[in-house]
């Protein structure tokens, strides 16, 4: 029983490190995040022997991959580009995807994890991402937070315009103690950047006035790291009060648990103790 239980354990390690991989490589386009890119032969080599269908089209002049999982209702579509004659697609765009397709009733969405996530979609569960060459899901997680705050679900082909590209807008470091396990994602975002977001046409980048406080972090050490314009944060304790508040440069705090339901992140608003935060250095 000891033996049949040991040779067991190793033939799923070894199965495990036969699995394809998907690294990344950045996209050449600039910008404040660089969006990652994934390759296509290497997205299709992990998912087509679990029942996921691929399908290369062109919308309105896009060229376009369709990504259809089992027992889904409807596919994803994700932006496809070329960089030395490899094909790619935009890893951004499963965030999006995510967020704007309804995938039928009941189907359960779930993404876990910063530099390689852990993708929940039905019954296929993957990861994207390898320690050599990791995600950045910066911007895909920036569209989350995005929509439910502001309830604004446009994404502009390149998302980094939605983030004041002024460097003082990310010149302090606050770190706060959490419980949560590593891995778990935080977001942050000032008033000023949410209402620049919500008066932004869909093909202009919004006009940040002031340095307008965003940031998304990852729980490392039982510590949140955000990058703010300050060396002092006020945090509003709900989001109508967030909402309401007359002073720009107030926060709000939401925690990812990283289930989507109905197209939409599920969150739970965390204020630090006395609803401030203090920077532990500042970038001149």
């Known amino acids: 029983m000891q033996r049949g239980l040991v040779g067991a354990g190793i033939l799923g390690v070894l199965i495990s490190l036969a699995q394809p991989n998907v690294g990344s490589v950045p996209w050449a386009i600039g910008g404040v995040q660089e969006p990652a890119l994934l390759r296509v032969g290497e ?18 002049g896009r060229y376009l991959l369709e990504v259809r999982f089992p027992q889904t209702t409807n596919g994803l579509y ?18 999006i995807n995510l967020a704007q397709v309804d995938l039928g009733i009941g189907t359960a969405v779930r993404v876990v994890g910063w530099a390689s996530p852990t993708i929940t979609i039905g019954p296929t569960t993957f990861t994207l991402g390898t320690s050599k060459n990791p995600v950045n899901p910066y911007l895909g997680y920036m569209y989350l937070v995005r929509k439910l705050l502001i309830d604004r679900s446009d994404a502009p082909p390149y998302l980094a315009k939605l983030l004041d590209e002024d460097p003082k807008a990310r010149r302090c470091l606050h770190e706060l103690k959490v419980n949560d396990p590593p891995g778990t994602i935080y977001a942050v975002a000032s008033k000023a950047w949410a209402e620049a977001n919500l008066k932004a046409p869909y093909d202009h980048p919004p006009d940040f006035p002031i340095p307008a406080a965003f940031h998304v972090g990852v729980v490392q050490n039982g510590r949140i790291g955000l990058l703010l314009p300050a060396e002092k944060a006020s945090y509003a304790s709900d989001l109508e009060g967030w909402k309401k508040s007359r002073e720009r440069e107030t926060l709000i705090l939401v925690r990812l648990s990283g289930w989507l339901r109905e197209q939409n992140a599920e969150y739970q608003i965390v204020r630090p103790p006395q609803g ?8 001149p």
């Not at 992990?46 to 919308?59: A, D, K, Q, S």
């Open 43 to 60: 997205l299709r080599r992990l998912l087509e022997p679990r029942g996921v269908r691929f399908n290369e089209t062109g919308i309105l």
């Open 78 to 95: 994700l932006r496809m580009v070329s960089q030395n004659e490899v094909s790619y697609v935009v890893f951004d765009d499963l965030f």
């Open 276 to 283: 401030r935060s203090q920077a532990v250095r500042c970038q």
